[in-house]
């Protein structure tokens, strides 16, 4: 079996109007809520999110915006992992 790349922006764009969950990097944390929009920049914006911790659900946030922070040109403070 062979590696094969995907474009991730097409990706996130087939996941609008869809039920996603969001995890961060570098934490414990995920939102989950349905897919409202995302840009170029790779923000995302989610709609009746929730945001669990150690797989604790820690509060109903609703609408959310969650967005990338450049540390450098070159580092990416947050990444995260999308499952639709």
Same mark, same amino acid.
């Given at each position: 079996?062979?590696?094969?790349?995907?474009?991730?922006?097409?990706?996130?764009?087939? %996941? @609008?109007?869809? /039920?996603?969950?969001?995890? =961060?990097?570098? #934490?414990?944390? &995920?939102?989950?809520?349905? %897919? @409202?929009?995302? /840009?170029?920049?790779f923000? =995302?914006?989610? #709609?009746?999110? &929730?945001?669990?911790?150690?797989?604790?659900?820690?509060?109903?946030?609703g609408?959310?915006?969650?967005?990338?922070?450049?540390?450098?040109?070159?580092?990416?403070?947050?990444?995260?992992?999308i499952?639709?």
């Open positions: 079996m062979s590696f094969v790349p995907v474009n991730p922006r097409p990706m996130l764009q087939d %996941l @609008v109007n869809k /039920d996603v969950v969001v995890r =961060l990097k570098w #934490a414990e944390t &995920e939102y989950k809520g349905r %897919l @409202v929009s995302t /840009d170029s920049y923000n =995302l914006q989610l #709609a009746n999110a &929730e945001e669990f911790i150690a797989d604790k659900l820690t509060g109903q946030l609408q959310i915006l969650i967005r990338q922070v450049l540390a450098s040109s070159w580092t990416r403070m947050l990444q995260v992992l499952r639709g």
